[in-house]
């Protein structure tokens, strides 16, 4: 069983997320870039998604209905969800404390 790269993984969900954009009209703004509070939104949704599909197999798992292998992969994914959420929720307060800090 192999993990997937973080990197591979953003770059499959940033491919992901463009498909599904496009398929759905998606929120355009005017230079033709996608919103960045729908890009938000989305990946938020899917960080959920991938906690509440963990904790679903592992209750599967529990009432020996499920694989330990699902249960293991996709207890990793809501991690490196997790992970990437924190990781970029500590940059974006990083960029707020300097621009605070910035002199007028």
Do not use: C, W
Request: aromatic residues 2%.
């Amino acid at each position: 069983m192999t993990i997937p790269s973080p990197i591979a993984s953003l770059g499959q969900a940033s491919a992901a997320y463009r498909d599904a954009s496009a398929a759905a009209g998606g929120a355009e703004t005017t230079s033709g870039g996608t919103d960045f509070s729908s890009l938000l939104n989305h990946a938020i949704s899917g960080a959920i998604e991938a906690g509440q599909d963990a904790d679903t197999k592992a209750t599967n798992a529990i009432s020996g209905q499920g694989d330990l292998t699902d249960v293991v992969t996709a207890v990793s994914r809501a991690e490196l969800a997790l992970q990437t959420t924190v990781a970029i929720r500590d940059r974006v307060l990083q960029a707020y404390q300097d621009i605070i800090k910035m002199p007028i």
